[in-house]
């Protein structure tokens, strides 16, 4: 009986070890964050052009770009993640991914009009480069909250 008991512990405590060094592995580098900003300040940008060539050329870069981002991911780490579907934190991520949307919807609806229906040009670039640094910040956001709580076995 206190052979199993600490067979047991021991299992325990080897999964503990390994969920700590999967946190520690699944952080992605900090360029990576930037690079997804970059990519997608670029795409909501591109509707400043008010060119449809543009737009779909910087959309098809946008796609190219994040299909890397994720292939380096892989590479790097040895996985692919996605805290909204999985983990001990995917309820918190999937609330907080609700209202970036919203959020992320109102600043393009706002940028939008400003630049098609008030002819402000430029309005995009600037919801553009607010997006892509929100989108950074979430995506290290993300990855953060996972992390802790695959450290905390929760």
Partial sequence: MESDQA??????AALQADRVALAARITQPWWWDVALGLLFAGFISSYSS?????IVAALVLFLAGVRGLIAVYRRITGVWWDASKVGPVQE?????????SAGYFALLAVGG???FLLDVRGA???VGVLLGVVVALSSRWVTRIYVAGLRAAR
């Avoid at 067979?7 to 325990?12: F, K, S």
């Avoid at 918190?92 to 991914?97: D, F, H, M």
């Fill in 7 to 12: 067979d047991a512990r021991d299992q325990l």
């Fill in 50 to 54: 008010h060119s449809v060539w543009v």
């Fill in 124 to 126: 995009m670039v600037l």
């Fill in 113 to 115: 009009a400003a630049e």
């Fill in 92 to 100: 918190r991520v999937q609330r907080a991914l609700r209202r970036l």
